[in-house]
């Protein structure tokens, strides 16, 4: 079993920045493909960016140059750096992880609990 744990959420003013993290622990092989997802009330859940194994990323067109997504391998962690933020940013935020078992070498997506961001006008 994997857990994903995430922490960094809070209440901003617009304008301000941000940085979540999201850890990994449990029978872990390797990790491919980490992301973030975000669900404001009343929406639907909807992609932030995603980070591969090599590093390369890929965002959502309304966080384009103002989020940030990083991760370090050797501690499973991925990072969300969040620059600028504006009030429709809020939403809880969650992340996710591609996971390869340690015990089983199945492929495995988990997800983290969420954590709350809210951006204040």
């Known amino acids: 079993q994997v857990q994903l744990v995430e922490s960094g959420g809070g209440l901003v003013q617009a304008g301000g920045s941000l940085r979540l993290s999201c850890v990994a622990s449990?029978?872990?092989?390797?990790?491919?493909?980490m992301g973030w997802s975000r669900q404001a009330p009343g929406k639907q859940r909807e992609l932030v960016g995603t980070v591969t194994r090599a590093g390369n990323t890929n965002y959502a067109d309304s966080v384009k140059g103002r989020f940030t997504i990083s991760r370090d391998n050797a501690k499973n962690t991925v990072y969300l750096q969040m620059n600028s933020l504006e009030p429709e940013d809020t939403a809880v935020y969650y992340c996710?992880?591609?996971?390869?078992?340690?015990?089983?070498?199945?492929?495995?997506?988990?997800w983290g609990q969420g954590t709350q961001v809210t951006v204040s006008s």
């Open positions: 449990g029978s872990i092989f390797s990790i491919n493909t």
């Open positions: 996710n992880m591609m996971v390869l078992s340690a015990r089983s070498f199945a492929l495995v997506d988990y």
